[in-house]
């Protein structure tokens, strides 16, 4: 059973870059079943989803995030991150790793708050 | 794209059936088979709960059924528990290649 993990700092200062790594347990991120996704909830419960990438490499974004988003992935540490720039207190969110094997998200990590605060 | 929109709240009695409505465009929702919903606990990750608009994975309660029509969705939970009290969010695939969320609904067992 996979099971996801996130991990990064919760305080990211103004106009700097968040950065995020979700950790993939229980099966290979290059088995080629998913494409491996990040999503955001902020305060009031919106959900947003920010983009994937394939264990190939290859990735989409959500075009209003596309130009700060990259996301990328390590198969040698069966990881995958996400680094978001010249974030604003906009992007205070809990910041969840998912699974996407088709067109639904499973299964989730447990999220992480990031908070951009000066 | 803009989020899909879900009634802010719904309620129910134990034992009694509710519906949770979602309704996007014929860019979304309307457009593909490719809607699912989310019930989320507090502090809790989103659990999958319906995939592509009707279908349940294996370990989800059948009292749990979801449905569509034209451009909205719909989540019924049938014989309400106390362990539904939770917040459900629907997603749908876009015809952008991205996938948009509701905005949630807080479900109340009274």
């Known amino acids: 059973q996979v099971q996801l993990q996130e991990s990064g700092p919760g305080l990211v200062k103004p106009s700097q870059t968040l950065s995020l790594t979700c950790t993939v347990s229980?099966?290979?991120?290059?088995?080629?079943?998913?494409?491996w996704t990040w999503i955001r909830q902020h305060p009031g419960k919106a959900l947003e989803w920010i983009g994937y990438?394939?264990?190939?490499?290859?990735?989409y974004y959500n075009p209003s995030l596309k130009s700060r988003v990259t996301i990328s992935v390590d198969t040698s540490k069966n990881q995958f991150s996400l680094k978001l720039s010249s974030v604003t207190a906009a992007d205070t969110a809990v910041y969840y790793c998912?699974?996407?094997?088709?067109?639904?998200?499973?299964?989730w990590g447990q999220g992480t708050l990031v908070t951009v605060s000066s | 794209q803009s989020a899909l929109t879900q009634p802010a709240s719904v309620s129910g009695s134990p034992g009694q059936s509710i519906t949770i409505s979602c309704t996007g465009t014929s860019s979304d929702v309307g457009g593909y088979n490719y809607v699912s919903w989310y019930q989320q606990h507090p502090g809790k990750a989103p659990k999958l709960i319906i995939y592509d608009v009707s279908n349940r994975p294996s370990g989800v309660s059948n009292r749990f059924s979801g449905s569509k029509s034209g451009n909205t969705a719909s989540l019924t939970i049938s014989g309400l528990q106390a362990e539904d009290e939770a917040d459900y969010y629907c997603?749908?695939?876009?015809?952008?290649?991205?996938?948009?969320f509701g905005g949630g609904t807080k479900l109340t067992v009274l």
């Open positions: 997603s749908s695939y876009t015809s952008n290649k991205t996938w948009v």
């Open positions: 990438v394939f264990y190939s490499g290859s990735t």
């Open positions: 998912a699974g996407t094997a088709d067109t639904w998200f499973d299964p």
């Open positions: 229980g099966g290979s991120i290059s088995s080629g079943g998913h494409y």
